[in-house]
């Protein structure tokens, strides 16, 4: 990549959500012209994982007692 792709200005807008499982926010970087996902952060899959690992965890938790 070069210096000029770096200085590039986009036309993108945020999003921002909470994520069901986690509740933790999220932002999409969006580019305008095509409503193209640039960036997620933190990603979805990751709030994902994480929201199934909680599930499972409580559900050891809830054996155990």
């Known amino acids: 990549m070069?210096?000029?792709?770096?200085?590039r200005v986009r036309n993108t807008r945020f999003e921002f959500s909470v994520h069901e499982g986690t509740e933790k926010i999220m932002v999409k970087v969006i580019d305008e012209?095509?409503?193209?996902?640039?960036?997620?952060?933190?990603p979805e899959q990751i709030?994902?994982?994480?929201?199934?690992?909680?599930?499972l965890?409580?559900?050891?938790?809830d054996k155990r007692a």
């Open 33 to 42: 012209g095509t409503d193209e996902i640039i960036r997620e952060i933190p």
């Open 47 to 55: 709030l994902n994982m994480v929201a199934k690992m909680w599930e």
């Open 57 to 61: 965890a409580g559900l050891l938790v």
């Open 2 to 7: 070069d210096s000029k792709e770096v200085l």
